[in-house]
């Protein structure tokens, strides 16, 4: 038996202990990604507990102009609309693949492209912003 077969089988071992919702690793050419319904979230992303201040009116109203396109998945990110391009909702404006498949992002409203924040051929995690667009 390879080496490869012989780590992929004690990493699931583990894996399967771990009561994780998901796993995914690239090295190389060779990439793993394995999910299980209904486990548990990673505590390796669990969100600070951080006490918010109010936010000024100002704030508020530009965050309503603006949208995020996030990662649905963990994934890599393959490409983005340049910075500048218009979009109707809709429209396509991010593309990931995931195990060598590619997945459009939508924006959900009208705008324009103002940052793309995830660089191609990075691996991404779930719900990490990659797009950046101000409502029109």
Request: net charge negative; glycine share 8%.
């Amino acid at each position: 038996m390879t080496d490869i077969i012989t780590d992929t089988r004690a990493l699931l071992r583990l894996f399967r202990q771990s009561g994780y919702a998901d796993i995914h690793l690239r090295s190389g050419d060779y990439e793993l990604f394995v999910a299980t319904p209904g486990g548990g979230a990673n505590p390796l992303h669990a969100p600070v507990a951080v006490e918010a201040a109010p936010l000024p009116a100002i704030l508020v109203e530009a965050a309503k102009a603006e949208q995020l396109v996030s990662a649905p998945h963990i994934a890599s990110f393959v490409s983005a609309l340049a910075v500048g391009s218009a979009v109707a909702a809709g429209d396509a404006v991010a593309r990931i693949e995931l195990l060598g498949e590619p997945i459009d992002l939508c924006a959900d409203q009208p705008g324009l492209v103002t940052e793309v924040l995830a660089e191609p051929g990075a691996l991404i995690e779930y719900a990490a912003p990659l797009v950046r667009l101000l409502a029109a």
